[in-house]
């Protein structure tokens, strides 16, 4: 594997499921990253992780709660999920967070319909 | 507040040239990224600006003038899997992107 993955590509679950995204990225950056993708809106950073640690948490719901065991591994656990929470749920990685050109690297993505 | 403003969408023509503009109200800066988006892929890096000017890279330039507060995206020599959405974000004071809505361009044979 190359890159950032995410597993899994397409989620459909009930507002009273338990699910989790999971992300993995293979280029050994320090900083992971969860966004949320709406149609025709921008980007919404959820989380960043820096060395493992959580450094950002923009306001995000609780039924929203990500993990970081490692620098190369981040999981997203979803619980009672509300239909506004269907989107596009972006993983990234990159290297040195603070510093002017650190390009991210996206995964493909977690298609996620809440029913 | 934070906002990034570029055209929802464009329409040009196989061959021809096109230019999305992004326009940026952010506190601080830090540089500025442009990524193309295909439909139902990842987003992927095209470019980066922080000083004033033009940045070329193939078919693809970039420009930026911090005074303005304003970027653009020149494709040339368009091809068809130019047909993506253009994501223009901007690193701000405390690092961290802030996003425009993109611009969906639509390339026509």
């Known amino acids: 594997e190359t890159g950032v993955t995410q597993t899994p590509r397409h989620l459909v679950m009930g507002m009273t499921n338990k699910k989790s995204l999971k992300c993995e990225q293979h280029?050994?950056?320090?900083?992971m990253y969860w966004y949320k993708q709406s149609a025709k809106k921008p980007l919404e950073l959820m989380f960043v992780?820096?060395?493992?640690?959580?450094?950002e948490n923009n306001s995000v719901p609780s039924r929203f709660s990500p993990e970081c065991p490692n620098s190369s591994h981040l999981f997203l656990h979803l619980h009672t999920l509300q239909p506004e929470d269907s989107a596009l749920y972006l993983c990234?990685?990159?290297?040195?967070?603070?510093?002017?050109?650190?390009?991210?690297?996206f995964g493909p993505g977690t298609r996620l319909t809440v029913l | 507040g934070q906002n990034i403003d570029q055209p929802t969408e464009m329409t040009a023509t196989e061959g021809a040239i096109v230019q999305i503009n992004c326009t940026y109200q952010?506190?601080?800066?830090?540089?500025l990224f442009w990524y193309q988006q295909h439909a139902g892929e990842a987003p992927t890096f095209l470019s980066y600006?922080?000083l004033d000017g033009l940045e070329e890279k193939g078919r693809f330039s970039s420009f930026l003038s911090r005074s303005k507060g304003y970027s653009y995206l020149l494709l040339k020599e368009l091809q068809m899997k130019d047909s993506a959405s253009y994501l223009c974000?901007?690193?701000?004071?405390?690092?961290?992107?802030?996003w425009g809505a993109g611009t969906k361009l639509i390339i026509k044979p």
């Open positions: 952010t506190s601080g800066f830090n540089g």
């Open positions: 600006n922080v």
């Open positions: 992780y820096n060395f493992k640690e959580q450094t």
């Open positions: 280029l050994g950056h320090n900083a």
């Open positions: 974000a901007v690193m701000d004071s405390n690092y961290q992107l802030i």
């Open positions: 990234a990685s990159s290297q040195a967070p603070g510093q002017g050109r650190d390009e991210q690297f």
